[in-house]
């Protein structure tokens, strides 16, 4: 086991920081940041993967330097929070360029689970003489890919759970004779929760309603009060009850909305079959595999939200509760006892008056 010094350390924890801007803009593949340092320590290059489909984050930092520290190459250090790719993609294989340039130390944190990679940049550039070590801060990318690492290694989306709920536990104050199609959602909390609520949204690639929730509510489940892009709107609607003429439906290319129905033989571009009976597992690897969707959130309603729970099908849950009472209207889900405070992050806070709560789900192989 390696003995990390306290400049690994820190160089690698800033490729972890670089990474990380790349959150919302990069999925289906993973963050990833690069740090090259001179012998003498000078960070002479930094980069990291900005968007899906250009430059990884390999190339930007190299690109990052100056033509007066180019000769320092020969002898600098690369820190990097991935394995470097070791195929052609959407872009040449990251392992090729370091191979080029043959520094004289590569440092990785995690190893990746990419069929397509999986050790073959590692062993690709130790065979070309280049010294490279693995682990350094390991379980910090592996959380902060964490959604990267499910689709390699679960070949399925990554779950994450989310309603808001009065204090006393329940998410609408109307009774079931009362919530009317077109009849609107009811905000629970406070305009100040907003912000941060959009912020979640934009973390992932879709996001999920039943179609109770979206015949009723008519949600837009865009990202209007935060900074990335909108996910892609999913309606799991089984009995096809949605009427054709419903806004989510009048979105058009990429980001068209996908509607979630019964059904058998060739699928319409908006649609995609899949019978409950098969369980919300096999909806989840079909996502993935089919449409790349990397992540979902899961915003309701109270049903939909129950069946992920029931069938165990999440990996994270966030919870907004209010500082009000409701007494009485639509119960909201109960929170998993199952759930764990997540790592390297704060698991609550505070919004104006209203708490969030975030948990993991232990791993487990589904």
Known sequence: MTNWSNSDIERMRRAIELASKGEGFVAPNPMVGCVIAAANGRIIGEGWHEQFGQS??????HR????????????????????????????????GLIESISP??????????????????????RKAGI?????????????????????????RSYVVLKWAQSSDGFMDPRSSNERTAGSGGRAITGLEATP???????????????????????PELTVRFGHGKSPRAIIIDPQERLPTSHPLL?????????????????????????????????????????????????????????????????????VWTASHDLN??????????????PPYESG???????????????????
Not at 328 to 341: D, I, N
């Open 250 to 318: 009048e979105r058009k290319g990429l980001d068209q909305t996908l509607h979630v129905c019964r059904g058998i033989g060739k699928e319409p571009k908006h649609k995609r079959f899949w019978n409950p009976e098969d369980g919300l597992l096999s909806l989840m690897q079909k996502l993935w595999r089919q449409d790349g969707i990397s992540s979902i959130l899961v915003e309701g309603g109270a049903n939909t939200l129950q069946h992920f729970l029931s069938e165990s099908m999440w990996d994270e849950v966030k």
């Open 64 to 95: 990052s330097i100056r033509e007066e520290d180019l000769h320092l190459l020969p002898d600098s250090s690369w820190y990097v929070t991935l394995e470097p790719c070791n195929h052609q993609g959407k872009t040449p294989a990251c392992s």
């Open 348 to 366: 609550s806070g505070f919004a104006g008056k209203d708490r969030w709560e975030m948990g993991i789900r232990p791993q487990d192989p589904k």
């Open 104 to 125: 004289k130390r590569l440092v990785i944190s995690a190893s990746d689970t990419n069929p397509n990679v999986l050790g073959g940049g590692v062993e690709r550039l």
């Open 56 to 61: 990884h984050a390999e190339v930007n930092a």
């Open 131 to 155: 010294e490279v070590e693995v682990g350094c801060l390991e379980r910090e990318v592996r959380w902060q890919n964490r959604r990267f690492f499910c689709n390699s290694n679960k070949q």
């Open 196 to 218: 941060i609520t959009h912020k979640w949204r934009a973390q992932e690639m879709g996001i999920a309603v039943g179609v109770g929730t979206a015949v009723i509510d008519e």
């Open 328 to 341: 009485g209207g639509l119960k909201a889900p109960s929170w998993p006892k199952e759930a764990a405070q």
